[in-house]
């Protein structure tokens, strides 16, 4: 069974920082796409960021650029997420995600995402 392990998230101040990091079981990751997703209470999942397999491509929503930055580390299996100068509206479950099948290009979908962590929690108080 394939796990995707997220930590990092926590309590913040408006204009903080934290780096959110998501282990992956499985060295095959290396091979595919991941991304980040949040879901705020009421509010329908959302993608934040994507990163390729190789990291010769990241995307990401809107409303986090210029503020967050997705990386990934092949040989540790994992992908960070650092966020800076964040803000109230970010406050939600941060979900790791990879897709499977060696799908190594992002998608913005969720449905294009095989594996899912448990999700952390960030909150940002104003």
């Known amino acids: 069974q394939v796990q995707l392990v997220e930590s990092g998230g926590g309590l913040v101040q408006a204009g903080g920082s934290l780096r959110l990091s998501c282990a992956a079981s499985?060295?095959?990751?290396?091979?595919?796409?991941m991304g980040w997703f949040r879901q705020a209470p009421g509010k329908e999942r959302e993608f934040v960021a994507g990163?390729?397999?190789?990291?010769?491509?990241?995307d990401y929503a809107d409303s986090v650029k210029g503020r967050f930055t997705i990386s990934r580390d092949n040989a540790k299996t994992t992908v960070y997420l650092q966020m800076n100068s964040l803000k109230p509206e970010d406050t939600a479950v941060y979900y790791c995600?990879?897709?499977?099948?060696?799908?190594?290009?992002?998608?913005?979908?969720?449905?294009?995402?095989?594996?899912w962590g448990q999700g952390t929690q960030v909150t940002v108080s104003s």
């Open positions: 995600a990879a897709r499977g099948g060696y799908r190594r290009l992002i998608t913005t979908e969720a449905e294009g995402y095989d594996y």
């Open positions: 499985r060295r095959t990751f290396s091979n595919s796409a």
């Open positions: 990163i390729s397999w190789s990291s010769d491509t990241t």
